[in-house]
Every structure is written in structure tokens, then in C-alpha cells.
């Protein structure tokens, strides 16, 4: 099942590959004649460094659009506290310690230093 944010991103995908074809094609095919006389440098000038441009900015797009696409919907902020929650109370057990007294034998026991006067 895709979530919201998938879908989202996979319509930004979709859109800015879409507008990004259209527009190269409308740029360098519906925008001029194909007759070799034609070109104008000026139109070069400006159409090469724009079309670069938007290009980036539409793969930008397009990048953003994929990662939203392909990137899981995180946990429910309910499932977090609760596993949160979970995660106390099992420190809380662990914390408590058991009621053992500890007596040391006389071989634990480590001898005492002389003292130098």
C-alpha cells in the first residue's frame, strides 16, 4: 500500500519529467524552422542557458518527487510511545535488584597493607 507522501512524490516525479520533455521538445523542435538559415545567435545565446537551467531545475524536481516516492512512511507517533513506554518498564525490572546478601569469605577477603609510621 503507498502512503500519501509516496503518492505525492510520485506525482512531483511524474509532472517534472513530463514538463521537462515538453518543454525540450517546444524548445528545440516547435520553436524555430528547420531550415539551416534560420538559427539566429541570439536565440542560442539565451535558449542554450535557460534550457540548462530548467533542465536542472526539473531533475531537481524529478529527484525530490523519486525520493518521496520511494521512501517508507515512518511509525504512527502512537506505536513510538508505546515502545518508548515498553522500553521503561523493562528498565524498571532490570533495575530492581535481587535481595541477596553477600557475605565475603575469608579467602575473598584481601589482605590489609602495613602501615609505615
Known amino acids: 500500500m503507498v502512503s500519501k507522501d509516496q503518492s505525492i512524490g510520485g506525482i512531483i516525479f511524474v509532472i517534472c519529467v513530463i514538463v521537462g520533455i515538453l518543454y525540450t521538445v517546444g524548445l528545440f523542435y516547435y520553436g524555430y524552422s528547420m531550415h539551416p538559415g534560420d538559427w539566429h545567435i541570439g536565440?542560442?545565446?539565451v535558449a542554450i542557458p535557460v534550457f540548462l537551467a530548467f533542465i536542472a531545475?526539473?531533475?531537481?524536481?524529478?529527484?525530490?518527487g523519486w525520493t518521496m516516492a520511494t521512501t517508507p512512511p515512518p511509525k504512527p507517533i502512537e506505536e513510538i510511545t508505546s515502545e518508548i513506554e515498553e522500553k521503561k518498564e523493562e528498565e524498571k525490572k532490570e533495575e530492581a535488584p535481587?535481595?541477596?546478601?553477600?557475605?565475603?569469605?575469608?579467602?575473598?577477603?584481601k589482605p590489609e597493607r602495613k602501615k609505615k609510621s
Open 57 to 64: 531545475i526539473m531533475g531537481i524536481g524529478a529527484w525530490i
Open 43 to 45: 536565440f542560442i545565446l
Open 98 to 109: 535481587p535481595a541477596e546478601t553477600t557475605e565475603e569469605t575469608p579467602e575473598e577477603k
